[in-house]
């Protein structure tokens, strides 16, 4: 029986490169994988996915008004997976329509992604996919002190710590930190008496 999974993580946790490593093995054992990400996450081109590490492959691009359930049926229906990268970029329609494939088509369904922006707050994606996911596993990275990371600190272009702005901010290292809670909150902490 076909399952909807979420496997969330912080920047850095190698969701990307999970996400990849799948749809090799299901490749090598000559299945179809339809590999698809959002529109909005335009970071390493259009339709590319692209791993830290530098795995890359080309992708569907999903439209933030796409019917997801109609994509499938009408240019994909002969995949045996489906694996979606940033799916905390996905609206609640776009989840809602993975969710039906899985039930109403037997198809797998693994989605990759963010659970939270850079204040702790769940996107509407990860949300989503928290309330309707068969199965939902952390992948784990770790903050500069050795514990395990759970917030994205967005960072300025001086290294500090944001703590305002817009949700969606596309960027990579250059922008964004795994922290744990602690360093985080401490690194606010010790911005603003600086300040």
Known sequence: MAKLYFKYGAMGSSKTAQALITKFNYEERGMKVWL????????DG??????????????????????????YESAHG????????ECQFFT????????????????????????TDFLCHLFPGSKRLFEVADSIAEIKTICDCGAKATVNA?????????????????GGNDRYIAM????????????????
């Open 180 to 195: 744990c809670h602690k360093c985080w909150r401490a690194k606010i902490k010790k911005q603003k008496s600086i300040d």
């Open 92 to 115: 609640d329609a776009h989840v809602d329509a993975l969710r039906r494939l899985v039930d109403e088509r037997n198809i797998p369904v693994l989605c990759f992604g963010l659970r």
């Open 36 to 43: 698809i990400k959002p529109a909005l996450d335009t970071r």
């Open 154 to 170: 967005r960072l300025d272009e001086l290294g500090k710590i944001v703590t305002e702005g817009d949700q969606v901010l596309l």
């Open 46 to 71: 259009k339709s590319t996915i692209k791993s830290r590490i530098g795995l890359a492959a080309e992708c569907d691009v999903v439209a933030e008004d796409a019917d997801l359930f109609a994509l």
């Open 78 to 85: 002969s995949a045996d997976v489906i694996i979606a990268d």
